[in-house]
């Protein structure tokens, strides 16, 4: 109870100012968002109407940064209000359709991490694959290929919510190409194949990339959204250089940050961070939650998940708890 009317009083400016500067470390709050979704889109992200919400209380408390401002900002953390930067997953289309007017708008920008391959190619990430293919199926349950001895029923939107991130979970863990050849029994005993044009395009298109590039910091997020620290060193640097490239190719500018697919300290390798020093990469960002200090590592820079959060629960991932 006294939790949930202290995320009602941080919503109001009084109790907001007085909580930040009591409760907030200093430092820098790196938000992380995936889609900016619509009410009938399929897949877990943020509301669309929820991220507007979100950015006009930021306007209103907080100071949204560059990521060129990062360093100093960290140096020496604004004492009125919450230092926050903001930062956006994989390369979603909804980007540009849902996030990029709000942030014009209120004359924020975004830093946004491009899958590069799932846009060239024009398919899904293999969790949204994951994703697509239990929610779209027809079968009323599965057996688990890499499980013979578990069935799962499938009959109602719930049990198809677990059934997808029970695979998903299973699927991280495993080698890089173990999981495609998984993932590709699995969409077939679902009886679905995520990338048969049924699904609107979800990536962000280049033509989007540029048309954003106003309010826009675009980094890299590998070419082929593998999970690093799976990989042996030279695949793992060709994801890099790729990524790298293909960014550069098309915007004509050499992308300075990157963040790590998956992103838990696990994940990803000292020689990962390594080969993005080689390749021109300033910033390292992971999916470990909490607040950027100044002497902190600069390639793995933590950040708060904002999935799900009501406008209290925000305010409370904007300090730091």
Same mark, same amino acid.
């Given at each position: 109870?006294? !939790?949930?009317?202290? !995320?009602?009083?941080?919503?109001?400016?009084?109790?907001?100012?007085?909580?930040?500067?009591?409760?907030?470390?200093?430092?820098?709050?790196?938000?992380?968002?995936?889609?900016?979704?619509?009410?009938?889109?399929?897949?877990?992200?943020?509301?669309?109407?929820?991220?507007?919400?979100?950015?006009?209380?930021? !306007? !209103? #408390? *907080?100071?949204?940064?560059?990521?060129?401002?990062?360093?100093?900002?960290?140096?020496?953390?604004?004492?009125? *209000?919450?230092?926050?930067?903001?930062?956006?997953?994989?390369?979603?289309?909804?980007?540009?359709?849902?996030?990029?007017?709000?942030?014009? @708008?209120?004359? &924020?920008?975004?830093?946004? &991490?491009?899958?590069?391959?799932?846009?060239?190619?024009?398919?899904?990430?293999?969790?949204?694959?994951?994703?697509?293919?239990?929610?779209?199926?027809?079968?009323?349950?599965?057996?688990?290929?890499?499980?013979?001895?578990?069935?799962?029923?499938?009959?109602?939107?719930?049990?198809?919510?677990?059934?997808?991130?029970? *695979?998903?979970?299973?699927?991280?863990?495993?080698?890089?190409?173990?999981?495609?050849?998984?993932?590709?029994?699995?969409?077939?005993?679902?009886?679905?194949?995520?990338?048969?044009?049924?699904?609107?395009?979800?990536?962000?298109?280049?033509? @989007?990339?540029?048309?954003?590039?106003?309010?826009?910091?675009?980094?890299?997020?590998?070419? #082929?959204?593998?999970?690093?620290?799976?990989?042996?060193?030279?695949?793992?640097?060709?994801?890099? @250089?790729? *990524?790298?490239?293909?960014?550069?190719?098309?915007?004509?500018?050499?992308?300075?940050?990157?963040?790590?697919?998956?992103?838990?300290?696990?994940? &990803?390798?000292?020689?990962?961070?390594?080969?993005?020093?080689?390749?021109?990469?300033?910033?390292?960002?992971?999916?470990?939650?909490?607040?950027?200090?100044?002497?902190?590592?600069?390639?793995?820079?933590?950040?708060?998940?904002?999935?799900? #959060?009501?406008?209290?629960? &925000?305010?409370?991932?904007?300090?730091?708890?």
């Amino acid at each position: 109870m006294l !939790k949930s009317l202290l !995320k009602v009083a941080l919503t109001q400016t009084p109790a907001w100012k007085v909580a930040s500067s009591s409760w907030r470390p200093d430092g820098v709050t790196v938000l992380m968002y995936h889609r900016i979704k619509n009410e009938t889109d399929p897949f877990p992200g943020t509301d669309a109407r929820t991220f507007e919400m979100q950015m006009r209380w930021l !306007k !209103k #408390n *907080c100071n949204v940064i560059t990521p060129e401002q990062l360093g100093d900002v960290a140096r020496q953390p604004p004492r009125s *209000c919450p230092a926050v930067l903001l930062t956006f997953d994989d390369g979603f289309r909804d980007y540009h359709d849902n996030a990029c007017p709000v942030l014009r @708008e209120l004359g &924020f920008t975004g830093l946004v &991490f491009l899958a590069t391959g799932a846009m060239d190619d024009e398919i899904l990430i293999w969790t949204d694959a994951v994703t697509w293919a239990t929610h779209a199926t027809r079968m009323a349950s599965v057996t688990l290929p890499w499980d013979a001895t578990q069935r799962m029923a499938i009959d109602d939107e719930p049990s198809r919510h677990r059934l997808a991130e029970a *695979c998903k979970r299973f699927l991280k863990d495993i080698p890089d190409q173990q999981r495609k050849a998984w993932l590709k029994q699995l969409t077939q005993a679902l009886e679905i194949d995520p990338d048969d044009g049924t699904l609107p395009r979800q990536m962000l298109s280049w033509d @989007e990339v540029r048309a954003t590039m106003d309010c826009t910091f675009y980094g890299g997020h590998t070419h #082929n959204h593998p999970i690093m620290s799976q990989l042996d060193d030279a695949t793992m640097e060709a994801e890099i @250089e790729t *990524c790298r490239r293909r960014i550069i190719e098309e915007t004509q500018v050499a992308p300075r940050y990157f963040a790590y697919p998956n992103g838990r300290a696990r994940d &990803f390798t000292a020689t990962t961070q390594a080969l993005l020093r080689k390749h021109g990469f300033e910033l390292g960002f992971s999916t470990i939650e909490g607040i950027h200090h100044d002497g902190d590592d600069l390639y793995a820079i933590r950040r708060q998940n904002t999935a799900g #959060n009501t406008l209290g629960d &925000f305010a409370l991932r904007v300090i730091g708890r």
